[in-house]
């Protein structure tokens, strides 16, 4: 069973800076695209990044692009989302989701492409 944790959440000033983690199980890890989508309140969940099985190329949403990276380290199966210059916009449950397709040509950034999730770990922006 594929699991998803996301950790290091919290609150944070405007201008601030925080690390999401997401620690996948499995051994596919290593081959599989993942991405990081959130949800605000009252808002849908939408897309902030998507890496892909090798983490060579990244993609971002334009709402966070120069102010977010996204890294993977597949020895350690585990996924980052270094977030800089928080804003207050950026206060939103985070999710980091797995595709299942294998070694997948390109980036998604629709969420129904993603196959697994994690429970989300929130995040606060305070002025």
């Known amino acids: 069973q594929v699991q998803l944790v996301e950790s290091g959440g919290g609150l944070v000033q405007a201008g601030g800076s925080l690390r999401l983690s997401c620690a996948a199980s499995?051994?596919?890890?290593?081959?599989?695209?993942m991405g990081w989508f959130r949800q605000a309140p009252g808002k849908e969940r939408e897309f902030v990044a998507a890496i892909t099985w090798s983490g060579d190329n990244t993609h971002f949403a334009d709402s966070v692009k120069g102010r977010f990276t996204s890294s993977r380290d597949n020895a350690k199966n585990t996924l980052y989302l270094q977030m800089d210059n928080l804003q207050l916009e950026d206060t939103a449950v985070y999710y980091c989701?797995?595709?299942?397709?294998?070694?997948?040509?390109?980036?998604?950034?629709?969420?129904?492409?993603?196959?697994?999730w994690g429970q989300g770990t929130q995040v606060t922006v305070s002025s």
């Open positions: 499995g051994r596919a890890f290593s081959s599989l695209a």
């Open positions: 989701a797995r595709r299942d397709l294998a070694y997948a040509i390109g980036l998604s950034t629709s969420a129904w492409q993603y196959q697994h």
